[in-house]
Nanobody, 115 residues
Framework: QVQLVESGGGLVQAGGSLRLSCAAS????????MIWYRQAPGKQRELVAA???????KYADSVKGRFTISRDNAKNTVYLQMNSLKPEDTGVYSC?????????WGQGTQVTVSS
């Protein structure tokens, strides 16, 4: 089992920044991908950014150049630095970990960007 706890969400004005953290605990060995998703009200959940155990990274087109995902394996934590935030970035951001074919989710953290 893997437990994931997100933090760092909040209310910010457009153009501002937030840094989300996702701390993993439990059976953390062999965690492959760590992924940030978000879900806006009335919309489907979408992938925001992903990082593999080898450090490969991908981003949604809508956040490229503004968001940065990083991973600290020593702290078992993945981060999402979000800059130049827009109102359309509002949503619940959830951390996801893939380990040996199983998927684990955190509880999510709310990000609200005001215009």
């Amino acid at each position: 089992q893997v437990q994931l706890v997100e933090s760092g969400g909040g209310l910010v004005q457009a153009g501002g920044s937030l840094r989300l953290s996702c701390a993993a605990s439990g059976s953390i060995f062999s965690i492959d991908d760590m992924i940030w998703y978000r879900q806006a009200p009335g919309k489907q959940r979408e992938l925001v950014a992903a990082i593999t155990s080898g450090g490969s990274i991908k981003y949604a087109d809508s956040v490229k150049g503004r968001f940065t995902i990083s991973r600290d394996n020593a702290k078992n934590t993945v981060y999402l630095q979000m800059n130049s935030l827009k109102p359309e970035d509002t949503g619940v951001y959830s951390c996801n970990a893939v380990r040996i074919g199983f998927t684990y989710w955190g509880q999510g953290t709310q990000v609200t960007v005001s215009s």
